[in-house]
């Protein structure tokens, strides 16, 4: 793909500035992110020691995200003492905090300062394949630095198509966008169907799917999930047929202490597909399994990962009730 390519794509999704943004519905909004940009500027070992002060005192409360991640690792890691949970509930907090107080410096500041702070590992495999005439399609499990491979990648002229869901904050939702775009690629509003996501890839983009969030009964599949059963997107091996891509697995995260990205580029799944969407799903969850075991705590837990399950249980609300009637 040529460096003149023209990203643009009506299809995609555009927001832009709107003067609304600057109604008091927003103020906080832009008053956490005054103070979040002078946060992100001070050092790394700075921003790890608040994140511990305060995920001390939140790790306790189980609440909100924290009951969702508990009850994730319960259900997940059924072998493990409660303690074990316990540390890495308390590292992935840690991590979460040194990533989003660091967040704005992706914007901040330019292609070689990302360049420098990346450990970009494996990315022979994408050439590879290129090479050989294929398409790409990134399966990118759900880490706190997710977005990190994809404005890397267009940094280097390897610009990602990716489909995410609007935020529900606009002013949130511009920045985040402006920011995964910053140096090329498309998104694509998840209501706007699969179609335009699918030319993106047969046009030469990689494509970025994210395998682990439960979309309900309805648009899944149930497979094994660590010790659990998770509703799983069936559809990744259709749509590699469909884009003629290959499926290049890959994990990002974040050294919480050096504040340095490390970006793990694995090479395609294979035989994919299998012929079978149940064991295609099942490959999507090994590898997520795979990566979130020897790094747990880059995962997001606090994801309602298992929210639908084949036997009608929501897990969270019961974990809730016994919690409150004791």
Partial sequence: MSSTRNDFDPSAYHPTFEWHF?????????????LLVPIALLPVRFRYWVSTKVVRKLIKQRKSTTHTA????????????????????????VTAGVFLTGFSLVTLRNKKWLEKQCDLRGVEHIHQVIEQGHNVILLAPHTWAIDIPAVLLASRNLPVAGMAKKQSNEVIDWLMHRQRVQYGGRVYE????????????????????????????EQSIFVDFFAATKAT???????????KAVIIPIYAMIDAKTGRYIVNIYPQLA???????????????AFIEEQATMYPEQYMWIL??????PDGKNYYKLAKQKMSSK
């Fill in 22 to 34: 600057l109604a008091p519905k927003y103020w906080g909004t832009w008053f956490i992110l005054l």
């Fill in 70 to 93: 508990w009850v994730n690792l319960e259900m997940c890691f059924p072998e493990k003492s409660e303690q074990e949970r316990e540390e890495i509930l308390f590292q992935t907090l």
């Fill in 190 to 217: 998840r209501s706007g169907g699969i179609k335009p996501f699918i030319k993106a890839i047969r046009d030469g983009y990689l494509g970025y799917y994210l395998p682990d969030q439960d979309h309900g009964r």
């Fill in 233 to 243: 997107l069936p559809g990744l091996g259709k749509l590699a047929k469909v884009s």
């Fill in 271 to 285: 035989p994919f597909p299998t012929g079978s969407e149940e064991q295609d799903a099942r490959a999507m969850n």
């Fill in 304 to 309: 309602k990962l298992l929210r639908t399950q």
